[in-house]
């Protein structure tokens, strides 16, 4: 299937501001590279336009989340339980927007950016100032890379803003409670296990959540699961070809581009948020932001990844499955059967 014009240049827009955030959060040397790779997907990915009330959700998502993290981890971080629920809050707190619409980058980006963030502040020996920092600076660099991509690759057809439903209060209830709980439960897994190293494990389990039910989460999973295989595989390839020529920056640059635009082009023609094609733009996104160097080896932060990852999408969708059950079994949180689960 081909691409029409505004799906090749919002391809060329994935791709190249991806690859962009690459090239300089590795030539200014900075610290949590996955940032830099996966903020401007998501912006140019998630949404396939650009205006000033999206600009200001993601840079209001910023600036709450340091906030929040800040006072989080330093008021709370010897107190787990009370720490617990402060989370849930927050987590629900940002679904409610996203089961209602109008906010929902809003809350999906803090649902992502802080997840990650609480995850790797409670640990000792993160610096919380630059773990902060590097937030701020590369979702302000995401906005500019996002603004530069849409300055060189502009739709050549206005796009017609996708259909709104309204939603019942229970369903609106339903999807706010499994999300939260289920986000919040993903967070005391990776905190109790000790599982620092399982980024991407961390990140699938909160963006199949974005399917807002647990029927939209199950085959997001599998999407997924698909996507992060053809990652990981893709990634594989890429560091045969390199072998032991990963300091030649140009040539990972041109191998890193061909897989994101690869990886975007399903992304668009699949027409939905977290699917095979996210999926694999994301998994190179965090392989090459966090594991390429020319001391550093592709194939066992693969492996890894994909192993993970797996567990975790299959845990995820069981508690999602039971929680969805018990929610139904309440009238002010049950599904109507004449609409669908997913927004």
């Known amino acids: 299937m081909a691409l029409n014009e505004n799906g090749l240049r919002q391809c060329l827009r994935v791709a190249g501001g991806g690859s962009l955030g690459f090239i300089v959060s590795q030539l200014m040397g900075w610290n949590y590279g996955v940032f830099f790779t996966v903020f401007p997907m998501f912006l140019l990915g998630m949404v396939p336009i650009l205006n000033g009330h999206i600009v200001r959700q993601f840079l209001a998502n910023v600036s709450v989340n340091v906030l929040e993290v800040s006072l989080v981890v330093g008021l709370l971080k010897h107190m787990p339980v009370v720490m617990t629920l402060v989370v849930l809050g927050m987590f629900l707190f940002r679904f409610h927007l996203m089961a209602r619409g109008p ?12 997840s990650i963030l609480l995850h790797f502040a409670s640990y000792p020996g993160v610096d919380l100032s630059d773990l902060l920092a590097s937030n701020m600076v590369a979702s302000a660099l995401a906005v500019l890379i996002a603004m530069l991509m849409h300055v060189l690759f502009p739709d ?8 709104r439903a309204a939603k019942p209060a229970a369903q609106i209830r339903h999807e706010t409670l499994i999300g939260g709980i289920t986000a919040t439960l993903s967070f005391v897994v990776f905190q109790v296990l000790d599982l620092q190293g399982s980024l991407s494990a961390q990140m699938a389990t909160i963006l199949i959540l974005f399917a807002l039910g647990y029927h939209g989460a199950r085959l997001s999973a599998g999407k997924r699961a698909i996507g992060t295989l053809l990652g990981c595989n893709l990634a594989l ?22 897989g994101l635009m690869l990886f975007a082009r399903e992304h668009i023609l699949e027409g939905a948020g977290s699917g095979i094609g996210f999926g694999g733009l994301t998994t190179l996104g965090i392989l090459f932001g966090q594991s390429l160097g020319p001391e550093q080896d592709l194939v066992y932060s693969a492996l890894y990844r994909f192993s993970s990852m797996s567990v975790a999408l299959v845990a995820t969708v069981l508690v999602m499955a039971c929680l969805h059950a018990l929610l139904n079994r309440w009238p002010p949180t049950r599904l109507p059967d004449h609409l669908p689960e997913t927004s």
């Not at 906010?103 to 802080?114: D, K, P, R, S």
């Not at 050549?156 to 259909?163: D, G, L, M, N, T």
């Open 103 to 114: 906010l929902f980058l809003y809350g999906a980006n803090g649902v992502l950016t802080l």
């Open 156 to 163: 050549v057809e206005p796009r017609q803003p996708p259909p």
């Open 237 to 258: 390839v890429m560091q045969l070809l390199l072998f032991s020529q990963s300091h030649h920056f140009t040539l990972v640059i041109l191998l890193y581009w061909l």
